[in-house]
Every structure is written in C-alpha cells, then in structure tokens.
C-alpha cells in the first residue's frame, strides 16, 4: 500500500516534471492520507496558482495556515496570490511574514512591491533596499540586481529636490553644518509634512544644536507616522543616543528587540548605546549576540574596542584578528591594515602587561618567602639551646623537615626549639 510520504514524493516528481494535474492528484492522496500534512498543502497550493485556480491555492494555504500558524513560507505563497487582487490582505500575510523572520529577503522584496502598488514611493525604496541588501548577504546575485533595478526606477519617480535635499541634508549633518541642515529641512517640512525620514533628521540636528525638547518632539513625530516601521524606531533610538539620551535609547532598542529579537542591527544599536554609558559588559553582550545572527567584520571591530576598554585585552586581541581575517579575504586593504596594526600594538601592550604581572608576582613570592624565614631571635634561641654548634642546629632542622615535608622554614625553626624546650624541662 502506497504511504502519505510516497503520494507527496510523486508529487514532488510530476511538478518538475511539468505534470501538474498529475501533482494535483498525488499531492490530494497525501493529504487523504494525513489531513495534517501541511507541506502536501502547500505544495497543491503553488500548483493549483501556476494552473490559474488562485481560489484553491489560497483555500489550500489557509487550511495549512490553520494547522501551522507560524509557516513563514505559507504567508509568502499566500501573499503572492493576493497582490492582484486584495493588496490590503497580502500586505497583512507579509508583515506577518517579516514577525516570524524580520530578515527575509524576499520578504522585504515583496513589501516594495506592495508599497510601489500603493504609490508609497520612499517606503517602496527602502524596502527594496532592504532587500537588496539581505540578498547581497545571500550571495544571490540576480535578486539582488533585481531590486536595486527596482528601487532606482522608483527613485527616478521621486521629486528631484526631496532626493537632493535629503542626499545633501546628511552630508551637511556628517561634517557638522547643522545650521543649514536645519534649514533644508525645515523647508523640506513645509513641502513634505507626513516625511518621517525628514523628522528624523531634524531630530538629530536640533540635539547636535542642543535643542534636546525639540529633538525628541521630532523624533516622536516621526514614530507617530511610522508607527510599524522598526527602522524609524531604531533612527529614534540612535539619535537619543547621539544627544545623550542614552538610556532613552536603550528603552527603545529593549522594546524593539521584544518584537525583532533576531534584528543584529537593534543589538548593535542598543550596544552602542550602553558604550555611552560605559557598561562595557552590556555592550559586549549585545555584539555578541549580534555576531551569533551575522558574523560582520565590523561588529568584531567594535567588540574588541570595548573588550579592550573592559580590560579584555586578549579577547580584544582575539576579535580585531577576526575582523582582519575576514577583510584580508574580502580585500578591504584600509580595514585589515588598521585591524593587524591594532593587533600587534594590543599584543605589544599584553606582553608588557604579562612582564609586569611576572614582576609583582615573583616580588609577592619573594616577600612571603621572607615572611617565612625564620627571626633573628628565633635563630639565635636555637643556637643557644645547642651550644652555639650551627651544624647541630642545621641537622635538627633537617630532621624536621624528613619528619614533616611541606611545612614553611619558620615552623621547622619553632618546632626544632619547641622540642628542645621541653626536653630540657
């Protein structure tokens, strides 16, 4: 008798091999066969969308869904079918999607699309960024080109002046022009009151300004526009971190990681945030689990630093050399000459440090081998009580020492006059 797991197999086979009526009937056996079989449903599901039956698709994913609620790849399939017809639903089965993997490329990548349908350029653009970039991680090439394509074509739609306008707003904010900054972007504000980048921005100028109040009104209004965009939380909590609100910062990123906790970039952020504060340790913490989701070159460089400030100077020595081997093998010649420079001027550094604790400690052994050693009077008491003969001393000594091995000099001294004393009682 043919099992559940052999339909599914055979199914498997008619799909590649371009029967799908064929992969339809086994994949429906399986599911005969094991009504819980969520993967027989959705793959019926993606066979019955190529032959055009998207309401048996979805049927087929909302029935899998019910057994699996947490089936990323079932809020995909789904989301993929409703784009042409429910925008609105298929938007929810993403942003579902990205709660169970907040890193998914393709998830992303979908996102721009429906941002793009929705005439929500700048969102659309960031997305496929995003996107870009996990896929640049994946080292999946031809996706990757395909959204960069995407959001460039976007970005071509945009009004001149807000792309120039923001380009140029940051350069001024990085070589510290924050006056005209300000002023950019409070005409960008007038023309674009709802750009949440443009309040973020601001945020940042007025605290470099000092204006701590009007920063965080800012930034607050930015969340208020965005109020499901992580990213703009994230820009907030760098920002009150920049102004000094650090601990601010760390609330943000805390509740953050609540809903992402698997975002390296949060845990980053909130790292730096606690450097601010010079909690080394909880910086250390949170590069780590940053690097245990991506190891960046990066993240090991910054690590080190605040090993180094811990006092961790091994373990400082220990992450620059990773940062630097991965940049030898990616050729980014600056970064692994600055990393090796790091490591031979720290592995300098803990060498003179290791010479120093050599010093101390033999000076220390040296000063309880002197606390051990027995007092002139002492010494002179046991002459004494042998006639002035050093040799007969000596030889009671070691006598001693036979009898009770291990003991400091001092007590076979006490134990030699001790012995003497009562024998003479």
């Known amino acids: 008798m043919i099992q559940e797991s052999e339909f599914y197999d055979l199914g498997l086979i ?34 019955l969308y190529d032959l055009g039956d998207r309401q048996g698709a979805i049927a087929d994913y909302n029935q899998a869904l019910k057994i699996d609620p947490q089936a990323f790849d079932l809020y995909i399939a789904r989301s993929m079918v409703l784009l042409s017809s429910d925008i ?122 000092g204006d701590s109040q009007g920063a965080v009104k800012d930034l607050n209004q930015a969340l208020f526009l965005e109020p499901q965009n992580p990213e703009v939380k994230i820009s907030r909590g760098k920002i009150r971190s920049e102004i000094g609100d650090s601990q601010g910062a760390i609330t943000d990123f805390n509740e953050l990681l609540r809903k992402h906790p698997r975002n390296g970039e949060i845990y980053i952020s909130r790292a730096k945030a606690y450097l601010k504060l010079k909690d080394y340790r909880a ?16 993240i090991y460089s910054d690590r080190a630093e605040a090993r180094y400030d811990f006092g961790d100077l091994q373990g400082a020595i220990d992450d620059y050399q990773k940062a630097a081997n991965i940049w030898f093998t990616q050729s980014v010649t600056e970064r692994y000459r600055h990393a090796i420079d790091r490591v031979n001027l720290w592995q300098s550094e803990l ?75």
């Not at 001024?172 to 007038?190: C, P």
């Not at 910086?283 to 990066?298: G, M, T, V």
């Not at 003969?389 to 003991?407: C, E, F, G, V, Y």
Request: with cysteine; hydrophobic share 45%.
């Open 14 to 47: 008619k799909t590649k091999t371009g029967d799908r009526y064929g992969a339809v009937q086994l994949f429906s056996c399986a599911i005969t066969a094991n009504p819980e079989r969520v993967d027989a449903y959705y793959q019926r599901g993606l066979v």
């Open 88 to 209: 609105t639903a298929a938007q929810a089965d993403i942003s579902q999607a990205l709660a169970i993997n907040p890193q998914s490329a393709i998830a992303h990548q979908l996102l721009g699309l429906v941002y793009k349908q929705q005439n929500q350029i700048e969102k659309a653009i960031a997305a496929y960024k995003k996107a870009a970039s996990l896929f640049l991680e994946m080292r999946d090439e031809n996706n990757c080109r395909r959204c960069i394509a995407s959001y460039q074509q976007l970005e071509a739609l945009l009004p001149p002046s807000m792309v120039d306008v923001l380009a140029n707003v940051q350069q001024k904010i990085n070589q510290g022009d924050y006056t005209n900054a300000l002023i950019d972007l409070n005409w960008l504000l007038q023309i674009e009151p709802q750009n949440a980048k443009a309040f973020c921005l601001r945020g940042l100028t007025l605290g470099k300004l």
């Open 283 to 298: 910086a250390i913490e949170d590069f780590s689990r940053s690097l245990a989701l991506a190891e960046y070159p990066q």
């Open 351 to 425: 060498e003179k440090q290791t010479k120093e604790q050599k010093r101390q400690q033999a000076n220390v052994a040296a000063a309880v081998d002197l606390m051990q050693m027995p007092s002139i009077e002492l010494q002179q008491r046991l002459l004494a009580l042998v006639g002035g003969n050093m040799a007969i001393a000596q030889r009671l000594i070691d006598i001693a020492k036979q009898d009770h091995p291990n003991m400091p000099e001092v007590w076979y001294w006490q134990k030699v006059v001790f012995d003497l004393e009562i024998d003479r009682q």
